[in-house]
């Protein structure tokens, strides 16, 4: 069974960083495509980065140059490190083993606020 968990979701003020993780079982992680998304209050689920097994990353155009996306196979762990973080950031961020399309499996989520 495929297990996704993020953690580190915060309420943070604008400009702030925020770095989220995920730790992932069921699946042969180090030979998988990951990613995470979000969904914005009253907004539908939006890939925010993606990268493959050899470390190729995608970002969606808002958060590039702010986001970087990592993971470490030893420990089965997907990392999103977060900088400038903007109020349009505000959202739940899930961790997907889909992030091409789908985006399913997703863990259950965690919540970033970005306030003043």
């Known amino acids: 069974e495929v297990l996704l968990v993020e953690s580190g979701g915060d309420v943070v003020q604008p400009g702030e960083s925020l770095r989220l993780s995920c730790a992932a079982s069921?699946?042969?992680?180090?030979?998988?495509?990951v990613g995470w998304v979000r969904q914005a209050p009253g907004k539908g689920l939006e890939r925010v980065a993606a990268i493959t097994p050899g470390g190729g990353t995608n970002y969606v155009d808002p958060v590039k140059g702010r986001f970087t996306i990592s993971r470490d196979n030893a420990k089965n762990t997907l990392y999103l490190q977060m900088g400038s973080l903007k109020t349009d950031d505000t959202a739940v961020y899930y961790c997907?083993?889909?992030?091409?399309?789908?985006?399913?499996?997703r863990g259950q989520g965690t919540q970033v606020t970005v306030s003043s």
């Open positions: 069921g699946f042969t992680f180090s030979t998988s495509d």
């Open positions: 997907t083993k889909n992030p091409w399309s789908g985006y399913l499996p």
